[in-house]
Nanobody, 120 residues
Framework: QVELVESGGDSVQAGGSLRLTCVAS????????LAWFRQGPQNEREGVAS??????TYADFVKGRFTISEDKDKKTIYLQMDTLKPEDTSMYYC???????????????WGQGTQVTVSS
């Protein structure tokens, strides 16, 4: 059973930083693609960043501000969020998929989310 547990969400002021953490369990870590999504303005889930297959991908709206990384030994991924903007306010979710890794992959497993709030 794949399980994803997020943490690290908080309330910060614009320009601040946060680091989100997602701990994965229940599968062979190396064979999966992991990613961060967030709830978009129309309540859709929009991809933020993914990591797997030896590469990372980012949504245009976070390039240069957010960094995804992983600790394979801990089966954990991180999202370092810098220069936060009020429009980054959202629930952030960790997701996992098998196979090819980018933000368009078939993400079948999801965490419960962690709330990020950025005030102006």
């Amino acid at each position: 059973q794949v399980e994803l547990v997020e943490s690290g969400g908080d309330s910060v002021q614009a320009g601040g930083s946060l680091r989100l953490t997602c701990v994965a369990s229940g599968y062979t870590y190396a064979s999966f693609c992991l990613a961060w999504f967030r709830q978009g303005p129309q309540n859709e889930r929009e991809g933020v960043a993914s990591i797997g297959d030896g590469r990372t991908t980012y949504a245009d709206f976070v390039k240069g501000r957010f960094t995804i990384s992983e600790d394979k030994d801990k089966k954990t991924i991180y999202l370092q969020m810098d220069t936060l903007k009020p429009e980054d306010t959202s629930m952030y979710y960790c997701a996992a998929a098998r196979g090819y890794c980018d933000l368009g992959a078939d993400f079948q497993w999801w965490g419960q989310g962690t709330q990020v709030t950025v005030s102006s």
